[in-house]
């Protein structure tokens, strides 16, 4: 998309959500209605000015502003953010005229520690500003998802110490449904305590997926991308992503073989598949936070530090025109 069209997009994205008289517009948008309880929700913020100067957010009293959100539960309680996070804004620059944007992780900031149904404002206000200024409502639900699969792992003594008496993790595999798809999710725990919620992949017809647990208590996973296509993962007892690939039925179809004996876990068959090809390449549509973020460092407040993509959805941002590459 070019920067002209993508400049009138976003204009017209902005004022379907906002008054016409507002000097300053703000808008408000989720990468997804539903999200799994503990996992990451993404609020892209959409501000405009058209108070007729330019806004510098600084730490002088006269420069002195913020984004913030007002959210609430299903019975208008408002969720209070979490004690010692605060959303800067420090170094936001906006121009007039100028529209830019902000990806911020609303359960990094608030108490979204409970399953249910949520609404959520964002407000902005600056000191030569006449008034706070509100975006339009959306909705969004947290969910703790169906458990379909579980296992519970000792610790591996991975040194001369004595293991931690009765230390372990629980692996469990849940599902959740958004919009007509079921998602599977990772969830690790200890004693009780969310260490990872990590997506691992979607319902895909009668296919089934695998899962298996090595001899240094490591998930491992092989999830349905297609009928012939499969993603192999595997993840530690703290939920890191140790290894991704994508395999496919080649002569023999993938599959997860532990080794009675020794414990280890190994993919067996098939071939490795190929992004493009053989199935849909993961980042194709999504974005780089860095890529919704200005490239000046002092115009990334409140950005998430995590690297990689993310998937804005189709809400989140303008679609390109069927001419545009």
């Not at 372990?168 to 599977?184: C, K, L, P």
């Not at 409140?302 to 303008?318: K, Q, S, T, Y």
Request: with cysteine; charged share 25%.
């Amino acid at each position: 998309m070019n920067r002209g069209k993508k400049f009138l997009a976003l204009t017209l994205l902005v004022a379907g959500m906002m008054p016409l008289f507002a000097q300053v517009g703000a808008a408000v948008t989720l990468n997804r209605r539903n999200y799994m309880l503990y996992e990451h929700i993404y609020a892209c913020v959409t501000l405009r000015n058209d108070s007729g100067r330019p806004l510098m957010f600084g730490s002088r009293p006269e420069l002195q502003g913020f984004v913030l959100f007002d959210i609430r539960d299903r019975n208008n309680r408002p969720i209070p953010m979490i004690r010692g996070r605060e959303i800067g804004v420090t170094g936001l620059y906006l121009a007039p005229g100028e529209i830019k944007r902000m990806v911020i992780p609303l359960d990094r900031y608030y108490e979204l520690g409970k399953a249910g149904r949520y609404r959520v404002h964002a407000y902005v206000s600056h000191n030569i500003l006449p008034h706070e200024y509100r975006s339009r409502e959306a909705e969004f639900s947290i969910t703790e998802g169906m458990e379909v699969w579980r296992k519970n792992v000792g610790m591996p003594d991975l040194s001369d110490d004595k293991p931690t008496a009765g230390a372990e993790r629980t692996y469990s595999i849940r599902v959740m449904s958004d919009a007509g798809f079921r998602s599977y999710y990772l969830k690790v725990e200890n004693a009780g305590h969310v260490l990872a919620v990590t997506r691992v992949g979607a319902e895909v017809g009668y296919e089934k997926f695998q899962a298996e647990v090595d001899m240094l208590s490591r998930i491992h996973l092989l999830m349905p991308v297609s009928p012939r296509v499969y993603h192999y993962m595997s993840f530690n007892v703290n939920g890191i992503n140790l290894s991704s690939s994508y395999w496919k039925t080649s002569g023999t179809v993938p599959m997860l073989y532990r080794d009675e004996k020794s414990g280890q876990v190994s993919r067996i068959g098939g071939e490795e598949a190929r992004a493009g090809v053989d199935y849909r390449d993961p980042k194709e549509g999504r974005l780089g936070i860095d890529e919704l973020l200005e490239d000046r460092p002092g115009a990334k407040p409140g950005a998430p530090r995590d690297e990689g993509v993310i998937d804005l959805g189709e809400n989140v941002l303008p679609r390109k025109a069927a001419d545009e590459k």
